[in-house]
Nanobody
């Protein structure tokens, strides 16, 4: 059974940083594209970033502010978030799929339960 468990969310002041982590189990981690997404109430889930075997893609809103990375040995994917703004407040989810483009298109096969990030002004 595939499980993705996010951690690292919390409350942070504007301008601060957070590092989210997602621990994966039940899959051959190195073969999966891993992505981060976020969602606020009443809005669609938004793609943030994806890391494949050899490349990364960021949403325009994440470029220069967020950094995605993976550790295949530990089966984790992380999202380093800097210079946080109140509009970054959301539930952040990680996702996995063998198909890189399915992650980019927010149609990944596996999803975590999410972790809340709240940025205060």
């Amino acid at each position: 059974q595939v499980q993705l468990v996010e951690s690292g969310g919390g409350l942070v002041q504007a301008g601060g940083s957070l590092r989210l982590s997602c621990a994966a189990s039940g899959l051959t981690f190195s073969t999966y594209a891993m992505g981060w997404f976020r969602q606020v109430p009443g809005k669609e889930r938004e793609f943030v970033a994806v890391v494949g075997r050899r490349s990364t893609v960021y949403a325009d809103s994440a470029k220069g502010q967020f950094t995605i990375s993976r550790d295949n040995a530990k089966k984790t994917v992380s999202l380093e978030m800097n210079s946080l703004k109140p509009e970054d407040t959301a539930v952040y989810y990680c996702a996995a799929d063998l198909d890189y483009m399915k992650v980019v298109r927010t149609t990944a096969q596996y999803w975590g339960q999410g972790t809340q990030v709240t940025v205060s002004s």
